[in-house]
Structure formats: structure tokens, C-alpha cells
């Protein structure tokens, strides 16, 4: 594997945030050479509410905080780099947290940002839109979205596809990552406008000919696609299920026992290549495995 990659994980030192990072650990340890680095955010409004507080005393709490900030910083690289066998840097960060995260993965030339899928403020974050989502929105690098502790490698991961760009960029990645992980490509086909056949009479017998041949197209069109990737045919299933597509992804996690969704952000519908798809929107919001949304596709 190639000795230099880079990885960069957010933590507001939130539970999630830990498991973020030891699973950052994980990841750069598989991989000789690899560069991680921690980064907290010292939020610009939390010290604009400490200067109006403590006006004459802010220089002084400002610094102190900043010390104790760096110490609990480098406490958690020295640990983690001692129990993963990896180079564990920091940069300690002030600011807005979706543009310090976004402008420093884009500084380092990060290949994966690692954050905790919700952080410490999870109701805030629950009506707000997380952290995390808004830097998926906002940068063009992969973005690991941690929701469980780490138990191990990811030995099995589910990549939705829908034939796109975006998709075969989320089934490299993953790959890249995950060299000797089983890759599960995952293709949810529906009718075109099966409700209006049945509403117009067509028969039961055939709107199944018609599936069988939306079907018989969508496994073509995997074959396809699975030509253009660089996994090898045996860390490869492919399954064509009939069915919305964030159902199908969600109950698929659960049947085949999966450790990590692969997606890209958004399928071949999107007008703007930077939103969130609703499908990926969906997925990293009631999925219980962690969810890995590839960056921009080159």
C-alpha cells in the first residue's frame, strides 16, 4: 500500500469522538506510513461568550483553556499512537468548527476525514444538522462517520449502488482502505411507474415480467460495473434486490451483518454535485454502522 496516506479525525472529546479516533488509529495502523492527525476546535462563539463574561480576566482563561485544550490533545495522540504503533500528530484549532475541520483536512491533503457521527451536543445537533453532515456537504474528501465503538477490522462492508460516478468512487475507496475487507455491492431496482400500472389494470403477472426484466437489466449493468473496479473478484458479492433503495440498504445492514456502509454522497439525480443524495442522507441518519461517504469522484 502506498506510504502516504493521510488521515485526519475531529474530536470534540465526546464519547463518539473517542470511537472516531480509535478507529482513525485503527485504520492508519493497517496501513505503514500513515499519517494521522487529531484536531480539536475551540469554538469563536464559546470565547466571544467568555470575553463578555469575564472581560478584564478572558486573556487569561483564553490561554489557560487553550493549555489545558493541548494537553488533553496530546494525552490522546501519545495514547493512541503507543497502543496502534502509528504517528499521531495535532493541531489544536479556533474558530467555526465546519471551517477549520474543511480548510484543515483540505491543508493536509487528508485521503480520510474521521469524525463521530453525533457529538457531545446531540440535540442541539439533532435539529441543526450534525457536524458531521455539514462537513459531508461541504468537502470533496472521503468522510468516515463513526457510530460504534471499534470491535475489530471492517471485515464486511455494503456499497449501494446505483451505477454513478459516485458510487464506483465509494466501492474504490472502501477498497483502498479495506484491501482485504468483503465488498457487497448492493443494487435496489424498482419499476418505472409501477403504481400507475396497477392503478390502470395491468395484471399482476405482468408488472413481474416487468421487474424480471428491470432485474435482468440491473445485473447487467453490474456486471458492468464491477469490470471497472480493482477488487478482486473474490472479495466480491453482488446483489440486484427488487425495492426502494434506503429499505433495501437498511435491512441488508441488519440480514447480512455488515461492519460499514460505502456510499457516495449522492446518486446520478443530484443538481448540485455538493448536497447530500436523500438516500445518503437517510442511511447515515438510521443506520447502525458506521458509514464511510466517499469524496468528490476524480
Known sequence: MTSSLSLLAATDFSAPARHALERAAQLAATHPGAQLTLTHVVSASMLARLRGVMRDEAPAME??????????????????????????????????????????????????????????????????????????????????????RPQGAYRRVLVPIDFSANALAAAQTAHRWLPDAEIILLHAYEVDIESTLRFAGISDEQIHQYRARAREDALNSMAQFADQLSIPAGQLTRLAVHGAPTLRILEHEQSLDVDL????????????????????????????????????PA
Do not use: N, W
Open 63 to 148: 490561554a489557560r483553556l487553550a493549555d489545558e485544550t493541548q494537553r488533553a490533545l496530546t494525552e490522546l495522540a501519545t495514547r493512541l499512537g503507543t497502543q496502534h504503533a502509528c504517528p499521531v500528530d495535532t493541531r489544536l484549532a479556533q474558530g467555526s468548527a465546519l471551517e477549520a475541520i474543511t480548510d484543515l483536512a483540505d491543508e493536509l491533503q487528508s485521503d480520510l476525514l474521521v469524525m463521530g457521527a453525533r457529538g457531545a451536543h446531540f440535540v442541539r445537533e439533532f435539529l441543526l444538522g450534525s457536524t458531521t453532515e455539514r462537513v459531508l456537504r461541504r468537502t470533496r474528501r472521503p468522510v468516515l462517520a463513526v457510530k460504534q
Open 261 to 296: 456502509i460505502a456510499m457516495g454522497k449522492h446518486g446520478q439525480s443530484t443538481l448540485e454535485e455538493l448536497l447530500l443524495g436523500s438516500v445518503t442522507k437517510h442511511v447515515l441518519a438510521y443506520s447502525s454502522s458506521d458509514v464511510l461517504i466517499a469524496g468528490h
